[in-house]
């Protein structure tokens, strides 16, 4: 079974628990996640079947929409609410227009530090058991988009906002140079992913109403196909002998078609339908590379 799933997983829950239940329920063996959420987190998770595990990291690429809880005053370990606390200031005096000038440097193109307790590497070692450990290391920084940060709500000492960011963005990093900037210390206080690429938190499935439609026996109503998270690149039908070349990973030519060269990467697809692969151009060659082939 190919496709994907929009999951709104709850509060608690990590992603793997997700992952594994899809496992249990459906009997299909290749299932991954597109995208980490931490169990205090909630929201979007897309949960690929079958073939679309493969296209885990076009998901990974696209951009996510955030609703943060940052509460002001507290700083922890972590970055958020789960961790020790390190420091405690006040943040009774800090006004709007304060958050709203701090607000400015997080936009666009930023650096930002991962947390200790994060899936990073560091000597082949993910650093939250490290910071398991009590050992902590010093992080290089990464690059990170933030395309938008608009504050939705002000309530001392909670400031709410919506965060429309790139991949590898940390939204508990975020929090945590926040309360640097104003001088108070910040922490994440609840978080939930609304969007992750096409997929929309209005449109997602509980894992309540997941595990009763597979008891129905209807379970697939609930797949996205597999193409619908590529819809933004072009599309390109071709005939049985490009697409045995696509099958066989060669190089093709498609100076014949309508691709107006848009984008690095189409699609394409055989006359009856089938999705055969991801190209992508190859501009030394000036041909298209078969990057994923599919059955």
């Known amino acids: 079974m190919d496709g994907i799933l929009n999951f709104n997983k709850p509060l608690g ?27 205090m987190a909630q929201g979007v998770l897309p949960v690929c079947l079958g073939q679309a595990t493969r296209l885990v990291e076009y998901l990974m690429d696209a951009n996510k929409t955030y609703l943060a809880e940052i509460e002001l005053g507290v700083s922890t370990d972590s970055y958020d609410r789960e961790g020790e606390i390190t420091q405690r200031g006040d943040a009774s005096g800090i006004t709007l227009e304060q958050i709203k000038t701090a607000l400015n440097a997080f936009r666009g193109v930023i650096t930002q530090i991962p947390p ?45 906002v919506e965060v429309v960011c790139g991949k590898g963005t940390y939204i508990r990093s975020l929090a945590n140079d926040l309360g640097q900037a104003l001088g108070c210390g910040a922490s994440l206080k609840n978080l939930e992913r609304s969007r992750c690429g096409i997929f929309e938190i209005g449109d997602t499935v509980t894992p309540e109403r997941f595990e009763d439609a597979c008891r129905g026996g209807y379970w697939e109503s609930y797949l996205y196909p597999m ?28 100076e014949d078609s309508a691709l107006k060269l848009e984008n690095d ?6 006359w009856d339908g089938n999705l055969l692969g991801i190209l992508h151009f190859n501009t030394e060659k000036k041909q298209w590379q078969p990057e994923k082939v599919f059955n």
């Open 227 to 254: 193409d619908s998270i590529l819809s933004h690149w072009e599309t390109v039908i071709v005939g049985e002998e490009k697409a045995q070349a696509i099958r066989n990973g060669v190089l093709i030519n498609l």
């Open 13 to 39: 829950k990590t992603s793997f628990n997700i992952v594994a239940m899809v496992k249990r329920l459906t009997g299909e063996k290749h299932v991954g996640h597109a995208g980490t959420l931490d169990p």
């Open 116 to 160: 200790m307790y994060s899936a990073v590497k560091h000597q082949g070692k993910p650093l939250y058991e490290l910071a398991r450990a009590g050992i902590n290391v010093e992080r290089k920084s990464r690059i990170a988009k933030i395309y938008s940060l608009e504050i939705k709500e002000w309530q001392y000492p909670v400031l709410t």
């Open 265 to 270: 990467y189409c699609r394409a697809y055989s």
